[in-house]
């Protein structure tokens, strides 16, 4: 039996990588998907893969960082299916260098998309959620929001603002029975990680004891975790999905 039968789900950054893998499994296990990314076409994929698994599926153009626009999906999203159970903020972005080449833009970029964003997403969600009077909301985070990284600063930064917004807004809401939960991948093989050089990947897979990188389906299973019953007592916590590389 789907954990999941019949639940309402938002994911956004969902036309790829782990984002995509999320939607796929939350469909697997029985849910109706509002799925997001900066384009309509780009979810093209992961809207077939959907369908494919018999559950209903709604694409949606937006940047996160975006509040009328943010403000508008979610308002789609539950005119479309009557109601919002899970809550994905999986949309992400890097700009890495150095601090002193890092450029103001550098900076507002990643804090706009992951941090704002998560913000952004999770007030307009936390309405109909109040209402509903029950509610799941996961943030993707990062092993980096928790260890720092020379070179990503800003990723850092604002993951780590993840971590603490989450905590924040689980107190807000958990006399609601709204959870908010954040999970904080370590190294998971996708189009983000690709960009990295095979040096840096060489001493990334050094430091996992279990030696060997993680995959969006390791992400994604602990999503339909943290979005089910299995985890009724659990809120304000963070996951590490890391292979053993912080403990
Ligand atoms: P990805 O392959 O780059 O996918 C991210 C998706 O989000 C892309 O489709 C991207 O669109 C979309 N996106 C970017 N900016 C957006 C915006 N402003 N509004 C809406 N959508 C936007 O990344 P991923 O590796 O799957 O990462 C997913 C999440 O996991 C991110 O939050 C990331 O920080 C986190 N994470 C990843 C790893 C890892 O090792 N991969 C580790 C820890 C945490 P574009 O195609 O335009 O970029």
Known sequence: MAQLQGKIAMVTGAARGIGRC?????????????????KEEWLAETAEAVKTIGRKVKCIAVDVSNSAQVNAAVDGAVTEFGRLDILVNNAGITKDTFIIRMTEEDWDAVINVNL??????????TKPMMKQKSG??????????????????????????????????????????????????????????????????????EAIPMKKFGTAEDVAKTVIFLSSDASSYLTGQVISVNGGMLM
Do not use: H, W
């Open 116 to 125: 704002k964003g998560t913000f952004l997403f999770t007030k307009a969600a």
């Open 22 to 38: 999320i939607a796929e499994e939350l469909a697997k296990e029985g849910c109706d998907l509002a799925i997001c990314d900066l």
């Open 136 to 205: 799941n909301i996961v943030n993707i985070a990062s092993i980096i929001g928790l260890m720092g990284n020379a070179g990503q600063c800003n990723y850092a930064a604002s993951k780590a603002g993840v971590i603490a917004f989450t905590k924040s807004v689980a107190k807000e809401l958990a006399s609601r029975n709204v959870r908010v939960n954040a999970i904080a991948p370590g190294f998971i093989q996708t189009k983000m990680t690709d960009l990295l050089s095979e040096e840096v990947k060489q001493k990334m897979l």
